[in-house]
Each structure stands twice: as structure tokens, then as C-alpha cells.
């Protein structure tokens, strides 16, 4: 069973909520997809028990030897990525176009490094997760990678909660595809609205099964019940209502999951989303 943890913009406590479900679901593997922002293992203290390399795509490279400096790979280059006979790393987009007009074949596409993956061990389970190269995009082959690499450490019954990337991207359709739940973290604000609109869309696409949840639902009611009444109009189940709470913060500050935080009332109403998602995905 793999449940999803999206929201439609970046900021509105998705990580947060993923990490407390986390916590208490008890025995879960968790795969942080969200890889251009990558916190999920903050919160826990662990040890890399596998380590990997992700090739994402390729990048030319001009062997000096062969190359007579005729220039033809520089006019050719649609994105501007070489100068001088010299490849920009960061703007050459492996099209291989350059490869084709070189006349002395001097350029050649290499596998590019995206990013290192790794399985970390925790005394709450396994994190897949992985560490971005300077410059590299989140792609859906990287989640999909991730996925994957958790599987040897799940089991049938065992929960995969996975804290996806914020919008609706291709890391976004990498991270429900295949997937049993997706669960919603949106806020009122209108913004948050449209965003949620956008990220349903997609889940629809997709036939995965939805649930929204409202993070500060209390800080502008009116847009909670517009919100509200968007999820009916929907057919969606509304799973949780989590109201605004200064413990939160704390929590982020001090890398701990608000559920360590017996006086938040954040802590509360996610467990009570908790045992409203049971009853629907078990």
C-alpha cells in the first residue's frame, strides 16, 4: 500500500504532515520524493546502508585531440552551450546534435551524474531518498528509481508513505503513478485552491483514490469552506481540518515530528486524520 503526500505549492506543511503520519503508522517505509528539496531524513537520525549513483541523462564532451576547431558544434547548439570548444555543463542538454555534425566524430555523449541515491537505516524504518547534483532537474526516472529501491525493504502489507514534490510535474506523475492513495495537503487561501484544483486533475487522470486535507484551516474560514464545498461538488473525502499551531515551528526548528509535541492541537488533529485515512485504506 503506498500512500502519497502532495500539495499543489511548495509551503504548505506536506512534509510535516508526511513525517507524522509517519511516526503514527509505526512500522512504514518512507521515500522522500520531494529530491530538490530533500528534508524527510531530518527529522531522524540514521545510517546510508546503501548507496548508489543516478545517471539521469548525457552531456557532450569534445576530445581536444581529434577536434580540427571548425566551430560546426557551436552554430549548431540550439541552447547556446558551447563556447571556445567548450562544453557548459550546466546548459548542454545532451541532444546530441553536436555528435552528428562533427566531422572528425571529436564529440561524444557521456552518461551525467543527477544525483547519489541512497537507503538510510533509522530506528523508525527505512528512508529512500536522494541528493541532487549541482544544477541537475528532478526527473520522473529519479522517483520512479526511488520507488523502486524501497521495495526490497517493503513488504505487502507493509504502508509506503511517500512525501511527493509540491505542483504537478513530472516528479509529481512519477510519484502517484502506480500508487493506491494520494492524500492532499492544501491551505485557504485562493492560491491554495487553484493549486488543489490542479493536483485533483491529475489524481483524476490517474484514477488514484483522493483525500484532501486543510492545513491552517483556521486562520481564513471563508476560504476553508469554499474549499470545503470544492471537495463535495468533487465527490473528494475531506480526511482532516489541522488548525493553525505555533508548535509546529517549534518542531521544524528542532527536527522533530510534531507528534513528539503532546500539547500541540496540530498533533491532535492529525491523529485524527490518521484514523480517518485507516478506515478508508485498510
Known amino acids: 500500500m503506498e500512500l502519497v503526500v502532495l500539495s499543489g505549492k ?20 518512507r521515500v522522500d520524493c520531494d529530491v530538490e528539496a530533500s528534508n524527510f531524513y531530518l527529522f531522524y537520525d540514521g545510517a ?15 576530445n581536444k585531440e581529434k577536434c580540427i576547431k571548425c566551430g560546426k558544434c557551436e552554430e549548431v547548439c540550439k541552447f547556446d552551450a558551447i563556447h571556445d570548444l567548450e562544453i557548459d555543463p550546466y546548459a548542454c542538454e545532451g541532444c546530441g546534435a553536436c555528435t552528428l555534425i562533427c566531422p572528425q566524430n571529436a564529440i561524444e555523449l557521456k552518461d551525467e551524474k543527477a544525483a547519489d541515491t541512497f537507503i538510510t537505516k ?55 503513478t502506480g500508487s493506491d492513495v494520494v492524500l492532499i495537503v492544501t491551505e485557504p487561501t485562493k492560491s491554495g485552491l487553484e493549486d488543489l484544483k490542479r493536483v485533483v486533475s491529475l489524481c483524476e487522470h490517474f484514477g488514484v483514490l483522493v483525500l484532501v486535507s486543510i492545513n491552517k484551516y483556521d486562520i481564513n474560514e471563508d476560504m476553508s469552506n469554499e474549499i470545503e464545498k470544492y471537495i463535495e461538488e468533487k465527490g473528494l473525502k475531506l480526511i482532516g481540518k489541522i ?10 526548528n528542532e527536527l522533530k515530528p510534531i507528534t513528539y509535541y503532546e500539547n500541540s492541537i496540530a498533533k491532535i488533529a492529525i491523529e485524527e486524520m490518521w484514523s480517518n485515512i485507516k478506515k478508508i485504506i485498510f
Not at 541532487?132 to 520522473?140: C, H, N, T
Not at 488548525?243 to 521544524?252: E, G, Q, T
Open 10 to 29: 511548495g509551503g504548505t506543511g506536506k512534509t510535516t504532515i508526511a513525517t507524522a503520519l509517519s511516526e503514527l503508522a509505526k512500522n512504514v517505509v
Open 122 to 176: 533509522t530506528d523508525e524504518g527505512i528512508i529512500s531518498r536522494a541528493e541532487m547534483e549541482i544544477g541537475s532537474d528532478a526527473s520522473g526516472k529519479l522517483i520512479t528509481f526511488l520507488r523502486k529501491n524501497s521495495k526490497e525493504f517493503s513488504e505487502k502489507e507493509k504502508l509506503t508513505i511517500i512525501d511527493g514534490s509540491p505542483g504537478i510535474g513530472c516528479s509529481v506523475i512519477a510519484s502517484i
Open 243 to 252: 488548525p493553525y499551531d505555533d508548535m509546529v515551528m517549534k518542531s521544524i
Open 48 to 62: 546510508d546502508i546503501k548507496k548508489g549513483e543516478f545517471v539521469g541523462g548525457k552531456i557532450a564532451s569534445i
